[in-house]
């Protein structure tokens, strides 16, 4: 049984703001670091580590890349979901931030395919992976600990801080890569690159500090102090208790994230390579988007601590069918005011699936095993939805010859998103303790 619940003290809100900044630092340095690279794929990966004489190869091939880190995610997740509900949340952000900075910078450090042959993108390709272990270790923890610090009557607004480290690292990352880009093309190509890989050793080193800092869940630390320890591994629990919250946060997450990798990735190659716009521009739009989301994010995350989970998820669903199917036609007229205009209409509508993501899927599950499911469910998402959504509109396009299927894909992700939570109910009232 859980003890009587107290009123949060001013010390308590104090904490629970602390939290946020944490997990929302912390998050930004993993994506920054997770952009950076997703940007680099997008722009020189393709000739430095896979030179082909068919240039749509090439940019496959790195692009296939990026999406191996997605495939490492789950792993990143189930591991980490273990030990955080065996062992806490706090340690396991310290960890994660350490893999995936120092896969990072080692990225920054590896010899091209002309320097030391095969050899560079098999190494480039297992430290995609370790990156794809950190991210999957880093959200589940990041948004227990704002989620479970947070008010009951907040816990949208607080969990939404670690998505704001998405819009942050990508506006980071894509700086990076313009400040890099004033140099020369062959400038940047040889090495101008490798510096936003490099200068992540730096927010390693403040991230791990400030999470040093932080205090752990106290509602694991309530369970741990109240209940036998538990002997089944949190994974298997959950599959066997709790499936259909894994599949309900599965899907949740899919859509939103394939239209954001969508924006943030898949328009700097396709913009280049099949339409007339420089990389600059598109960096340039990408980063504007990114400043748009940071303020839609807690916006609709904060709705949904008055109007419920359901009613806003619902609502920026059908609002993502729409602009998936407007996208491309504005986007393809190849100006910037057009570009920027699909780009910000797009991330505006999905951050009402995507803000209040962490609060949704932690009222899904009980504290002993919130870690495990959290994580399972949104990691296999972002495989569904992040990981694949470059590769497949890249082969749509290459397939029927034109991006109106793109669109098609990515409304029906948002469909499949928004029928799934449509029958699920309502969680935002759940006490967290007597889940």
């Known amino acids: 049984m859980t003890g009587p619940l107290r009123s949060p003290t001013s010390s308590d809100h104090r904490e629970a703001r602390k939290i946020a900044l944490a997990s929302f630092i912390g998050t930004s340095i993993e994506w920054y670091d997770f952009f950076l690279y997703g940007a680099a794929a997008a722009l020189v990966f393709g000739p430095q ?11 496959l091939a790195a692009l296939s890349t990026f999406a191996v880190g997605f495939v490492a995610r789950p792993l990143g997740g189930i591991v980490a979901g273990h030990l955080g509900d ?4 706090k340690r396991m952000l310290v960890v994660s931030l350490l893999v995936m900075g120092v896969a990072t910078v080692a990225v920054g450090l590896l010899p091209t ?4 042959g095969v050899a560079a993108p ?6 995609r992976l370790a990156q794809g272990l950190g991210v999957g270790a880093e959200w589940g923890g990041a948004a227990l600990m704002a989620v479970e610090h947070a008010p009951e009557n907040r816990r949208g607004l607080y969990g939404a801080a670690p998505q704001l480290g998405v819009p942050a690292g990508a ?4 700086l990076v890569m313009l400040a890099a880009s004033t140099a020369t093309t062959e400038a940047f190509t040889a090495w101008g690159w490798r510096l936003g890989f490099l200068a992540s050793i730096v927010l390693i080193g403040v991230g791990y500090v400030i999470r040093r800092r932080i205090n752990e869940s106290p509602l694991f630390e309530e369970q741990r102090g109240e209940q036998e320890p538990v002997r089944t591994a949190p994974l298997v629990e959950i599959v066997r208790r709790h499936p259909l919250g894994v599949l309900r946060a599965m899907f949740a997450t899919a859509a939103s994230t394939a239209l954001g990798y969508i924006v943030l ?7 280049t390579t099949e339409l007339s716009y420089s990389r600059n521009t598109l960096l340039v739009v ?3 988007a990114s400043v748009v989301q940071l303020g839609a994010i807690p916006a609709w995350s904060a709705l949904t601590d008055r109007l419920g989970r359901r009613r806003v998820f619902i609502g920026g669903g059908i609002a993502q069918i729409v602009l ?3 996208f491309f036609p504005m986007f393809d007229r190849a100006t910037f005011a057009w570009a920027l205009l699909a780009c910000g209409l797009a991330v505006i509508a999905l951050s009402a699936q995507y803000g209040p993501l962490p609060a949704l899927l932690s009222e899904l599950f009980p504290t002993r095993v919130r870690y495990s499911g959290v994580s399972a469910g949104y990691q296999l998402g972002n495989v569904i939805g992040g990981g694949l959504a470059p590769i497949v509109a890249t082969a749509l396009f290459a397939a029927v010859g034109g991006s109106f299927a793109v669109g098609l894909y990515l409304a029906g992700m948002s469909l499949l998103a928004t029928l799934v939570v449509a029958f699920t109910p309502e969680t935002s009232a759940r006490d967290l303790r007597r889940i």
């Not at 098999?122 to 430290?127: A, K, Q, T, Y």
Request: no cysteine; aromatic share 12%.
């Open 122 to 127: 098999i190494l480039l390709v297992i430290l």
């Open 171 to 174: 506006i980071a990352a894509n």
């Open 265 to 271: 990735t898949y328009t700097l190659s396709y913009g």
């Open 286 to 288: 990408v980063t504007l």
């Open 49 to 59: 580590f896979f030179p082909s004489d068919n240039a749509l190869a090439s940019q």
């Open 113 to 116: 395919y002309a320097q030391i």
């Open 324 to 326: 998936a199917l407007l």
């Open 86 to 89: 065996r062992i806490g949340r």
